[in-house]
Nanobody
Framework: VQLQASGGGSVQTGESLRLSCEAS????????MAWYRQAPGNQREFVAS???????HYVLSVKGRFAISRDNARRMVNLEMNNLQPEDTAVYYC????????WGQGTQVTVSS
């Protein structure tokens, strides 16, 4: 399985970014997907998830600012990030929510004040 995340960048506090992840899963629509992030010196942490039926869940620190969505036809999961804060700075990865596969390269998000 290949997981290719994109859309990261360097922004100012309060700005927005939209991340996308393309997954090479033939039955993509059957899988719950998630976004994770890893800041320098920290462990990788869960950010948001979306089930095959579209139910979403967020870590408290991003609730109300981030929105996860999926496009099953394109085998993509997206993360709309609004009102970004310096503490959101991290490398962002997508993966399956359950039984994660090999991690892709991720995409860097840098938020400066």
């Amino acid at each position: 399985v290949q997981l290719q995340a994109s859309g990261g960048g360097s922004v100012q506090t309060g700005e927005s970014l939209r991340l996308s992840c393309e997954a090479s899963l033939l039955t993509f629509g059957a899988y719950a997907m998630a976004w994770y992030r890893q800041a320098p010196g920290n462990q990788r942490e869960f950010v948001a998830s979306i089930t095959s039926s579209g139910a979403t869940h967020y870590v408290l620190s991003v609730k109300g600012r981030f929105a996860i969505s999926r496009d099953n036809a394109r085998r993509m999961v997206n993360l709309e990030m609004n009102n970004l804060q310096p503490e959101d700075t991290a490398v962002y990865y997508c993966n399956l929510l359950y039984n994660p596969r090999a991690w892709g390269q991720g995409t860097q998000v840098t938020v400066s004040s």
